[in-house]
């Protein structure tokens, strides 16, 4: 059995499609979870304890391990828990080359199908905050919605690519059996549907990916239990982080357990770069140690790809 220091606590808000991704992930592989709800704007100041200022949603907390941005929370989950695997027909690897084209060129375009047609209607602060960390520091979602009919004609041959995929006559996009592929399209498919008034006849001539996505939703999300952001810093409190230090002789930064450093987004979205010790380095993680008396020590880890790692005094 579990203990509190060993279950996955996930951070998270409901509306959130990349929430739904590692959602639909946990469900992929039936798995037991505690469900954090946070705010929708970044005031969250458990998990800011804890992650070192870290804004985007989600986070996977195992204990006092922070694990941020999809590829370490995917990756963490295969290798704790490796069955089902998210990687049928020995298809590892190619799903996170998959990704940079599913959480950037194609996430882009869905997001703003989302959000430009109605962002009039919703909360101010939400919509500067998202044009802020999606569309740039001049990005404008009254211009997105008068440029709306060009990012339905992007999105819309793209999405027929996935179309094309299931022509194959196979349930899945790497065959009989679901994996990351799968999370990677789910997740701008639930999230178009879910948000774009227009998506019920947009996605019409799309029968197969259609099919497609009824398979996705009944893949459920597992079993999360509730619990608050107290009780997540509280977990995080007892607990030490898991794991030794590990240096990469390869590095090409030169990066070595002990050094100072910041990381944040390459994607100039003006969020505050998270400050801490190196605790271990990889080719495609590496994690900071932070301290303070809220929770204590904690890991947080962090892919190489998308983030910029600098070294300071």
Known sequence: LFTDMDRIILHHYPASPVSEKVRTGLGLKQLTWHSVEQNRLPDRPELFAMTGGY??????????????????????????????????????????????????????????????????????????DRARLYLGPTGNFAEEAEDLPHTLA??????????????????????????LPDLLAWFIVWFISERYASAEEFLSEFPLLNAWAVRMKAVGHGYPTPMSP??????????????????DSR???????????????????????IKGQVRSVSKESISLTINNNQCGEMAVHFPRVGYRLTLID
């Open 55 to 128: 804004r985007r949603i989600p986070v996977m907390q195992i204990g006092a391990d922070m694990y941020c941005d999809t590829q370490c929370i995917f990756s963490e989950l295969e290798k704790r828990f490796p069955e089902p695997t998210f990687f049928p027909n020995q298809g590892s690897g190619l799903p996170f080359a998959l990704s940079r084209w599913t959480d950037g060129p194609l996430f882009d375009l869905a997001l703003r199908v989302a959000f430009a047609p109605v962002a009039e209607s919703l909360p101010p602060a939400l919509v500067s």
């Open 230 to 247: 107290k009780d997540a810093l509280d977990i995080a409190k007892d607990a030490l982080p898991v794991g030794e230090e590990q240096s």
């Open 154 to 179: 992007q999105l819309r041959p793209q999405l027929g690519w996935l179309e094309k995929r299931f022509e194959t006559g196979r349930p899945y996009v790497l065959g009989d059996a679901p994996g």
């Open 251 to 273: 590095d090409p930064q030169g990066i070595q357990p002990g050094m100072n450093a910041c990381i944040s987004p390459v994607t100039d979205s003006g969020e505050t770069p």
